[in-house]
């Protein structure tokens, strides 16, 4: 990731970004309702509000991002609400090996994947066929862009493919706040 691309992010965090609502996403919600708590990896967490909702149910969770703003926000969060929550600054891309030689049950990734390169989606998702336990799920939120080489954005079709041991459980389609096409996945292994 480029320090520039950090830093504009960081600079996101200086007021709330349009990513940021507060608001625990249904499908997680429904996740959590309706599966044992368990050991969670939340990629790109932001400032931690679906991290926390998992902490708040039982799950030992870490969760990742690379913009120190929202790490230093979550830390004071899960603080503030008295919950253990392990946030690390880091690339998803390029986790610490205190995180690869985990295995969850839940890798939760509400926007961060969409927002990859070609190739840094080629290692997430080697990291990811290790990082999803035996009967894990791999919950994913992303928008989906028309065309065949998105600079942003995932193709429709390619969000099925994704992973050696994964399968598709659901999606779920629908739209952004802008209007874009998005869906939510639940992948299985």
Not at 104 to 119: A, Q
Request: aromatic share 12%.
């Amino acid at each position: 990731m480029n320090r520039f691309r950090r830093l504009s992010f960081d600079m996101w965090y200086l007021h709330r970004p349009p990513w940021e609502s507060g608001i625990v996403p249904p499908e997680v919600a429904e996740y959590i309702a309706t599966h044992p708590p368990g050991f969670a990896l939340d990629l790109g967490c932001g400032s931690g509000t679906s991290s926390l909702a998992l902490a708040q149910a039982g799950w030992t969770v870490c969760g990742v991002d690379f913009a120190a703003r929202a790490i230093r926000m979550a830390r004071q969060k899960a603080r503030l609400s008295r919950l253990k929550v392990d946030f690390y600054r880091c690339d998803v891309v390029h986790l610490p090996s205190s995180i690869l030689l985990t295995s969850f049950d839940l890798v939760l990734d509400i926007g961060c994947f969409h927002g990859l390169r070609p190739l840094e989606r080629d290692t997430y998702l080697d990291g990811l066929d290790r990082l999803v336990a035996p009967g894990g799920c791999w919950l994913l939120y992303g928008f989906y862009l028309s065309g065949e080489t998105p600079l942003h954005g995932s193709t429709g079709g390619e969000q099925c493919d994704h992973g050696k041991r994964l399968t598709l459980a659901w999606r779920r389609n629908g739209m952004d706040k802008k209007g874009r096409p998005s869906a939510w996945f639940c992948y299985r292994v």
